[in-house]
């Protein structure tokens, strides 16, 4: 049984002009014609809008979706997750979906559901929130690094091409050796991890990469993984 984390640097459902595959991607992924699929828009506050535009998409596609919320009452979570073939967590607030995920359980039980089998994915938050730290706009001054999940045993970084703060901050944290090195996500594009090792850069929108960013003989290195362009 091979463990599948996908974590997308931006774009998907969430924005209007989805292609929806990366969406299938993730999808065909669990081998089924019918996959369970379970959103989880926590970082939003459980947004209504966000939660509409989830099922606006999947329901057109070959799965059964469903989602999770913990700002109503809350369904059985470990009855729900542990029945599903891929988690989708949604963008947002890093931190504050964290520290909800912490008070139910979700933390553990995320875990627990990836070495089931589970597939684990998600975007923005969603992404960064697999590895051991991530690069967050959960504060509005500033990014942060911020500790997640640890089950890629790395530090991510989303938006990498989206935002003009990210690239200058990811260089300043390698340059005063706050972190090693830092997977870098584009918008349009994802990291595909098989049994916690990077597989391939999954490009969905005009030949998007992944870089692994480090440091090598005092100057910044990214090195671009190797590519499926969906």
């Known amino acids: ?127 960064i929130c697999w590895f051991t730290s991530g690069i967050t706009d959960s504060w509005e001054s500033e990014l942060k690094i911020l500790p997640c999940l640890d089950i890629i045993k790395a530090t991510c970084c989303p938006h990498y091409d989206e935002e003009p703060s990210r690239i200058p901050y990811v260089e300043k944290t390698l340059l005063e050796e706050r972190i090693t090195s830092c997977i870098c996500i584009e918008g349009g594009s994802a990291i595909h991890f098989i049994d916690g090792k990077p597989f391939k850069n999954i490009s969905f929108k005009n030949n998007k990469n992944t870089y692994n960013v480090f440091v090598e003989n005092k100057r910044i290195v990214e090195s671009p993984f190797e590519t499926i362009q969906l």
Not at 28 to 38: A, E, T, V, W
Request: proline share 2%; glycine share 12%; with cysteine.
């Open 1 to 127: 049984m091979k463990k599948h984390i996908i974590a997308i640097g931006g774009g998907g459902f969430g924005r209007n002009n989805s292609s929806n595959l990366i969406e299938n991607y993730i999808l065909n992924l669990s081998g089924k014609d019918c996959p369970k699929i379970c959103f989880i828009p926590t970082a939003t506050g459980d947004n209504d809008s966000y939660i509409v535009r989830f099922y606006s998409i999947f329901t057109r596609l070959n799965c059964i979706p469903s989602h999770i919320e913990f700002f109503k009452r809350t369904i059985d979570i470990h009855k729900h997750i542990m029945k599903q073939d891929v988690v989708f967590v949604g963008g947002g607030n890093t931190k504050s979906m964290l520290a909800i995920w912490k008070e139910w359980g979700m933390s553990s039980l995320l875990k627990d559901a990836y070495n089931d089998g589970v597939i684990l994915s998600g975007v923005s938050a969603g992404a």
